[in-house]
Nanobody, 125 residues
Framework: QVHLVESGGGLVQPGGSLKLACQAS?????????LAWFRQAPGKEREKVSC????????YPADSVKGRFTISRDNAKNTMYLQMDNLTPEDTAIYYC?????????????????WGQGTQVTVSA
């Protein structure tokens, strides 16, 4: 059984930075599935933050994080990252990594194949 494990969450002040990591237990999953980051704030639906294509590394950031968050992957380590800069309180949420057989534009929260357990990110003064 394949799974994803996130790390790197925590408490940060507004304007600060955090880097999340998501390690896959299977190189097959990492090499053949599209990887994405989602987040869910209290009382809100889970939303896609960014996605990275398996085939060519094209990234698809949400409008709310463009210019602030950068998604990347290290194939040698089976690990995906999310560098988050200039964080605001509105970024406070549980962040989940996800793996799905669909390409980035087709990934939706309700149909994701594999979820990580989530990591809390809190932006507060």
């Amino acid at each position: 059984q394949v799974h994803l494990v996130e790390s790197g969450g925590g408490l940060v002040q507004p304007g600060g930075s955090l880097k999340l990591a998501c390690q896959a237990s299977s190189s097959f999953l990492f090499e053949h599935y599209t990887l994405a980051w989602f987040r869910q704030a209290p009382g809100k639906e889970r939303e896609k933050v960014s996605c990275i294509s398996t085939s060519d590394g094209t990234t698809y950031p949400a409008d709310s994080v463009k210019g602030r968050f950068t998604i990347s992957r290290d194939n040698a380590k089976n690990t995906m990252y999310l560098q988050m800069d200039n964080l605001t309180p509105e970024d406070t949420a549980i962040y989940y990594c996800a793996a799905d057989i669909r390409p980035c534009p087709g990934i939706v929260a309700k149909a994701v194949d594999v979820w990580g357990q989530g990591t809390q990110v809190t932006v507060s003064a």
